[in-house]
């Protein structure tokens, strides 16, 4: 392990040496030897890569295209604007922000715009799938407002509509905010935002996960569902730069936009711009097909582990109706155990809370589930045999104890391409 003063005696030459051989290392195992698992995770193509490095990461331009508060812009202001009309075209909706430069800063604009110090939202509990930007550890603790659950029915893998509407009676929170980190069903925004409407509730649909699903209209269109805004990142199912997005209908979507800026983000990382509105080409003509693997992927992969002995949650659900897979691995170890093996094999995934659980340290530190994403290995080209490949090298490794590192590694030496692009 290297001490900082190793780093102080070396000299800068070697130390940006020493920076670009981790660099390589990472990109060599990681593209080249790893099968990538993580349901938050995905590779962008080479267009994609080729146009994100540019002279526009250096530049300023607070502000929207063409109202801006610096000079220089003129085509910055023509590569915002159109990469706004395609997103808007992808998605269907009026209004669009690209300058929120992550989910979480997505999250944290549009909950800060629709609610004030005190209100209250409902939003997914973390063991139920709820990422920690919608609770009282994240955004909403820092913008101080109360975040209660939505109640959960662990029999159908979902939010409980009737107890929901019981609650909204009862609670009258100011916001709803759908979508999860876990997310193996569309959530139930249909059923839920008519009634929520009579009590002026704003719904908001954190699409992070989902985005790329819902681009290629396999997963539900929260916005025709009567969500008003969606959050997201773009770097997920959505195969884009990493950043994040704001859209919908609202016509308080003024309102949000002010709130991105200028009190979430100044100047908005311009260089993502061109290869964001590369990735949305290519889900305007991909994203249907890409879509459809991804799901049929998962539920590939889901139904042949369960065939292989593995605990695969929601059997009598059909398992998922997402990119994700999610497996009880508490008779092999517990999540943490299991993914710090499989990493050891050349297989990346995480562990993960499963619907129901309790927190504590112990369930925190060890939880009985680990989350399997099949957008990245689908985006490298992979499809039903190799998900069935897949199971069995999880099997091999995890139930038959066999080691399957170099299997690992010359199985994905056949899938370097970046595909649906
Ligand atoms: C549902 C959900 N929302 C928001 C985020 C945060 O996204 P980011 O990492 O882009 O801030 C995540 C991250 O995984 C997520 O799962």
Redesign the pocket.
């Known amino acids: 392990m290297q001490t900082e003063t190793d780093t102080q005696i070396k000299s800068a030459k070697e130390v940006i040496n020493d920076i670009e051989t981790l660099t390589e290392k990472h990109n060599k195992w990681r593209k080249e030897e790893c099968i990538n698992l993580i349901a938050?995770e995905n590779v962008t193509s080479s267009a994609v890569d080729n146009i994100y490095i540019s002279d526009l990461g250096h530049r300023y331009a607070e502000g929207k295209p063409f109202q801006r508060h610096y000079q220089g812009l003129q085509y910055i202001d023509q590569i915002e604007d159109l990469t706004q009309k395609l997103a808007r075209n992808l998605f269907n909706a009026k209004h669009v922000d690209l300058r929120p430069l992550?989910?979480?800063?997505a999250?944290l604009s549009a909950l800060g715009a629709l609610t004030n110090y005190g209100d209250t939202i409902f939003s997914s509990s973390i063991p139920n799938g709820g990422?920690v930007?919608h609770t009282r550890h994240g955004v909403s603790g820092l913008i101080g407002i109360k975040d209660l659950s939505f109640p959960f029915n662990i029999e159908e893998m979902n939010i409980d509509i009737d107890k929901t509407k019981k609650k909204i009676e009862e609670k009258q929170p100011k916001v709803l905010l759908f979508?999860?980190?876990l997310f193996l069903f569309p959530h139930p925004v249909k059923e839920i935002a008519e009634f929520a409407k009579t009590y002026d509730i704003k719904i908001i649909y954190?699409a992070?996960?989902v985005l790329g699903l819902i681009a290629g209209k396999r997963f539900q269109d929260p916005l025709k569902e009567g969500a008003e805004i969606i959050t997201s990142?773009t770097?997920?199912t959505f195969p884009g730069p990493?950043s994040?997005i704001i859209f919908g209908n609202s016509d308080k979507f003024d309102k949000i936009e002010t709130v991105v800026f200028p009190q979430v983000i100044c100047n908005h990382h311009l260089h993502k711009l061109p290869a964001m509105a590369v990735a949305l080409e290519e889900m305007t003509t991909h994203g249907q097909s890409y879509a459809n693997q991804i799901i049929t992927n998962a539920k590939t992969l889901a139904q042949s582990m369960h065939e292989l002995g593995f605990n695969v949650v929601a059997e009598k659900l059909g398992f998922t109706e997402s990119h994700q897979v999610v497996v009880d691995v508490s008779n092999l170890g517990g999540g943490k155990t299991v993914a710090e093996h499989l990493e050891s094999q050349n297989i990346i995934l995480n562990k993960n809370f499963i619907p129901g659980d309790k927190i504590n340290t112990e369930t925190m530190r060890n939880p009985r589930g680990i989350r399997i994403g099949t957008q990245e290995m689908t985006r490298m080209g992979m499809k039903e045999d190799e998900m069935q490949e897949i199971a069995k090298l999880l099997k091999k490794s995890l139930i038959d104890k066999k080691d399957i590192k170099q299997e690992v590694t010359d199985f994905k030496k056949e899938f370097l391409d970046v595909k649906y692009c």
């Not at 992550?102 to 800063?105: I, P």
């Open positions: 938050s992550s989910g979480t800063t999250n990422h930007s979508g999860a980190s954190d992070a996960h990142s770097h997920k990493q994040g």
